[in-house]
């Protein structure tokens, strides 16, 4: 006969084993369930540095999980970001990427491990640092109409400017500006911006496009002359600044070191999208736009889609002037 108590047990077991499967949870409506890593390819103290951990701070309150940034500098970005490519596509590990890496990098070190085009997918863009061209006291200038005639009545490469290293966007934004203006200055590259602006502080250097967060304090303390935002409408950090397009009537695109968060290639769209209107509620949050403010930065965010665009349009404009520059760093 069939023994009833057998049965019974034998069928709790069996229930019990695909109780698991059953109830299965959903990757992407259970995410978060445990901490979430945010990589940053650079040091500290950087503009997708800062942003990070802005953002890290916001999504840790809204998630109510831990969510840690770790600085894997070297390689010129290379360490972190391979890290990040060869993790799980779960959302667990991502990295914050400035559009230098995104957009600029690719063009100039044609070696690397990685591609970020095609080993990376795009979750949201994070925050945005507009430059600003600033000069030397010492070269007289008040305006960027000013600086061009000073360039014009000069031997080309009488001006100098600095920049943190050949390839970067300081570096990029000068000669399309110097393209545009039809000028030649000549590039003084260094290691940092740090080391870029202090020298134009002391005069020995004339120029330099700097990000807006490193430059303030010089701009405040009358040691540099500020000319305009390197950006195509007025920035929202600076209002009352005139653009650079407003003081000389010529368009030189916009000179905007943002960051986006990337996820490794593979990461469902579906995870990504819902990581991005989560990023999305904090990067524009008045909190947080108003702390990223006192220090030059502004919140952003948005849709996968929209950091594809904003990669596909910087990849395109900086390809052509490293292209025109034949510039190669590997």
């Known amino acids: 006969m069939f023994n009833i108590r057998l049965g019974t047990a034998g069928l709790a077991a069996a229930l019990t084993l695909l109780l698991p499967a059953a109830h299965a949870g959903d990757p992407v409506a259970d995410y978060p369930d445990r901490p979430i890593r945010i990589v940053v390819p650079y040091g500290a103290g950087g503009a997708a540095d800062i942003l990070a951990r802005v953002m890290a701070e916001g999504l840790a309150k809204e998630w109510h999980q831990s969510v840690i940034v770790e600085n894997k500098p070297g390689g010129v970005g290379t360490i972190g970001?391979?890290?990040?490519v060869k993790a799980a596509p779960d959302g667990y590990t991502l990295v914050s990427m400035p559009v230098s890496?995104?957009?600029?990098?690719p063009h100039l070190y044609r070696h690397r491990p990685f591609d970020v085009l095609k080993d990376l997918s795009p979750v949201s863009q994070v925050g945005a640092v507009p430059n600003v061209l600033v000069v030397s006291k010492t070269l007289g200038v008040r305006d960027a109409n000013g600086l061009i005639a000073a360039a014009k009545a000069k031997p080309p490469g009488s001006i100098t400017y600095s920049s943190p290293g050949v390839g970067s966007q300081a570096h990029l934004a000068a000669e399309i500006f110097s393209e545009r203006a039809g000028i030649k200055m000549l590039h003084i590259p260094y290691n940092s911006v740090s080391a870029a602006l202090t020298d134009v502080a002391g005069g020995q250097v004339d120029v330099m496009f700097a990000q807006l967060p490193a430059a303030l304090p010089f701009i405040e303390a009358g040691k540099v002359q500020a000319l305009g935002m390197a950006t195509e409408a007025r920035s929202i950090l600076m209002p009352?600044?005139?653009?650079?397009?407003?003081a000389t009537g010529l368009s030189f695109g916009d000179a905007i070191s943002w960051s986006g968060l990337m996820a490794p290639a593979d990461t469902p769209l579906a995870l990504r999208e819902k990581i991005a209107q989560r990023v999305s509620r904090v990067m524009q949050s008045a909190e947080v736009r108003q702390k990223l403010a006192a220090l030059g930065t502004e919140g952003l965010g948005g849709t996968p889609q929209e950091l594809t665009q904003a990669i596909s349009n910087d990849y395109q404009r900086y390809g052509e002037i490293v292209r025109r520059l034949d510039i190669h760093l590997d």
């Open 101 to 105: 890496d995104l957009a600029v990098n």
């Open 81 to 84: 970001t391979t890290l990040v």
């Open 240 to 246: 009352d600044m005139q653009t650079l397009k407003e």
